[in-house]
């Protein structure tokens, strides 16, 4: 199931180095193997729910969340080229007008954002969003309903895969194999990023997303999806 393995700089699926339930010892399973993973207030690993295995990464939300710390900073250093960011995630409902970050990949020379996918809601709808730096590039929005990764009061959550695509200069956001009609072309070099966070903003400031995430993969030079696919894993 992982393809271009070569090319995968980070893998947390939270089985490694045990799926204990409210452990926050999560091994890096990539060929890199060198990424250091940090949980901050109540994100820990969680056995309650999981898409595969036997656990995964909960965020309850508020100022908790993960760090990677990247200790080989060119890992991360996507350049112009292509990439993949991918996962699964089970979010619970997302308030109108707040808009949670799933991931922040940040430079801590200047403080400043490199990339960034976040969800939000206005209205009835809900949405993924892209950013590089503080621009945003690309978004999806979706009619909320029970087949919609962020929820309105009363539905239940289930999961859903999410991948991030760059390929030939073009980005789009795959939500269960599909991709949304909007696309955008992007030709930024995005180099810097020391600190991965997973479920809020790097500084950890009431930007956390409610949600657990399992098989968070993330692979520089190789766009894995350039038309809509069937889910299977990563």
Not at 81 to 92: H, I, P
Not at 115 to 141: C, F, N, P, R
């Amino acid at each position: 199931p992982y393809e271009n393995f070569d090319k995968t700089v980070l893998l947390l699926n939270a089985e490694a180095p045990a799926a204990t339930d409210g452990s926050t010892e999560i091994q890096d399973l990539s060929d890199q193997g060198n990424h250091v993973t940090t949980a901050h207030g109540g994100a820990a690993i969680t056995t309650d729910q999981y898409k595969f295995g036997a656990a995964s990464l909960e965020v309850p939300g508020g100022n908790d969340g993960f760090t990677v710390n990247i200790t080989d900073e060119t890992a991360f250093n996507f350049g112009t080229g292509d990439f993949t960011v991918e996962f699964w995630m089970r979010s619970y409902e997302v308030s109108s007008g707040h808009y949670p970050t799933i991931l922040d990949a940040w430079d801590s020379s200047d403080d400043s954002t490199v990339w960034l996918l976040s969800s939000g809601q206005t209205g009835t709808s809900t949405a993924l969003k892209y950013y590089e730096g503080a621009i945003g590039v690309v978004g999806d929005t979706f009619t909320a309903n029970d087949t919609n990764p962020w929820f309105q009061s009363g539905v239940t959550p289930a999961w859903f895969h999410i991948a991030l695509v760059r390929a030939s200069g073009t980005v789009k956001i795959y939500v269960n194999g599909t991709a949304d009609t909007t696309t955008a072309s992007s030709s930024t070099d995005l180099t810097g990023a020391d600190r991965l966070s997973i479920g809020n903003r790097a500084t950890m400031s009431q930007r956390g997303i409610h949600a657990q995430i399992d098989d968070l993969r993330i692979d520089k030079g190789n766009a894995k999806y350039t038309a809509n696919f069937t889910v299977t894993d990563n």
